[in-house]
């Protein structure tokens, strides 16, 4: 027999057994807010994935004293909205910086605290106490948090659903994790690939010759070397004769940036537009089908893609290179060639020996250019894009696949932290 729900009258809530009661924050959590040293109190980080040691990646500071002191089983809280689910019940003693909000309680089980606290109905509503100048932005301090209404069962039950949750948690875990080394598996080999073809071609028994390459060795001896100088137009801009932000409209030319050309594709939805006036002023990178776009710049640097076609009036920021192949050289194939390693490895060198990553003109020209005939260029460009194409169907599906559970896994910690699951 099910028990009887009743209806919190919280909408984060909704209903919750009877005889579970309705408690605020500050009723069953102190903040613990003393101020320490990060050099006697290893620092620590508030991540989506809980309370680990400090990233590599996390912003430092020179005040090792202005931090907050954490203890085993205090939960702690990025109080910023930009920084939602981050969030967790720490298992180290350490020291967080100020925008987090730390407790700790005598009366509540730390594991379903973790469950209860870090799961995306409380997050949710612990981001809309918070206050600010625009909603993704603001924050959530400890005299609003306290105010924040949670269900709570007894001792016992809070232990029940922990170490049922634990278990459930673990497995759908289990596999998600298996599911991501598989797509790691599969990028890997999707990448083998390229690199491959590209540099060795389609048929193992061919004779081979020396390229004297660093990163490719032999190729088969039928097929030409050149210099990218000499095979493709390379051009970009050097800024963009003072263009800024404001100067978008709502229609017009496409302009692409790097997240345009990161996919399989080059997306043509999600553009800013220029104006046409602003389009003309630079017509040496207006886009053309078959042009291959590099970008140079940054992070992304070495991103790559190729215009399979083109149905709109469109051209690139500052941080894309234009590269226009000869009529002996395929687009897709040089595109393929760029994404393999031998081209990736070269752009590593010159992005690793730099503190600003960056990839001029000169560099790109100097590339080596492996020449296979056309026709076997084509087959090549042809094959790589069937294999890629099944091999991202396959990503697609593991991926579709681990939302579904990450989403069954939010529902299922949802639904038991409320109560309206029952542990049997």
């Not at 205090?74 to 909000?101: A, E, H, Q, T």
């Not at 993704?136 to 170490?163: C, F, H, V």
């Not at 061919?206 to 032999?218: D, L, R």
């Amino acid at each position: 027999m099910s028990r009887e729900l009743v209806d919190s009258a919280v909408e984060w809530i909704g209903k919750m057994p009877a005889n579970w009661k309705l408690r605020r924050v500050g009723n069953l959590f102190e903040q613990r807010s003393e101020k320490v040293s990060d050099i006697e109190y290893e620092p620590l980080s508030v991540t989506k994935n809980g309370i680990v040691k400090q990233l590599e990646t996390a912003a430092k500071s020179n005040d090792h004293t202005n931090r907050k002191k954490v203890c085993v089983n205090d939960f702690v809280i990025n109080s910023r909205s930009d920084r939602k689910m981050s969030s967790g019940v720490s298992p180290l003693y350490g020291s967080v910086s100020l925008i987090n909000i730390v407790l700790h309680s005598r009366n509540m089980d730390p594991s379903f605290v973790n469950y209860l606290l870090k799961n995306y109905g409380f997050a949710e509503e612990f981001y809309r106490w918070g206050t600010g100048i625009v909603e993704d932005l603001w924050s959530t301090n400890y005299s609003r948090m306290k105010k924040i209404l949670i269900p709570t069962p007894g001792l016992e039950e809070q232990k029940k659903i922990a170490n049922l949750l634990d278990d459930k948690v673990s497995k759908i875990n289990n596999i998600t994790d298996k599911l991501k080394r598989s797509i790691e598996e599969l990028k890997k080999y999707k990448q083998s690939l390229i690199t491959e073809a590209v540099t060795k071609g389609l048929y193992p028994d061919i004779e081979m010759k020396e390229s004297g390459i660093n990163w490719v060795g032999s190729i088969p001896k039928h097929w030409g070397l050149s210099y990218f100088k000499y095979e493709i137009y390379i051009r970009a801009r050097l800024g963009w004769k003072g263009l800024k932000a404001h100067e978008y409209v709502d229609k017009g030319i496409a302009f692409l940036s790097t997240p345009n050309i990161k996919g399989e594709s080059i997306d043509f939805n999600h553009v800013n537009y220029i104006t046409r006036k602003r389009y003309d002023e630079s017509p040496e990178i207006k886009l053309s089908k078959d042009d291959v776009l590099l970008t140079k710049d940054g992070s992304t640097l070495g991103t790559v893609n190729v215009v399979r076609s083109l149905f709109e009036d469109a051209t690139v920021n500052s941080s894309i290179a234009v590269l226009t192949p000869s009529v002996s050289l395929n687009a897709v194939y040089l595109y393929y060639l760029i994404k393999s390693d031998y081209i990736q490895n070269e752009i590593r060198l010159k992005k690793d020996g730099m503190g600003v990553p960056h990839l001029f003109q000169k560099d790109i020209r100097q590339f080596r250019l492996i020449l296979p005939p056309l026709d076997e260029q084509i087959q090549i460009s042809t094959y790589l894009d069937g294999k890629i194409q099944s091999i991202n169907l396959i990503i697609n599906n593991k991926d579709k696949l681990i939302f579904e559970l990450e989403d069954y896994k939010k529902s299922l910690i949802y639904e038991y932290v409320t109560g309206k699951k029952e542990v049997m």
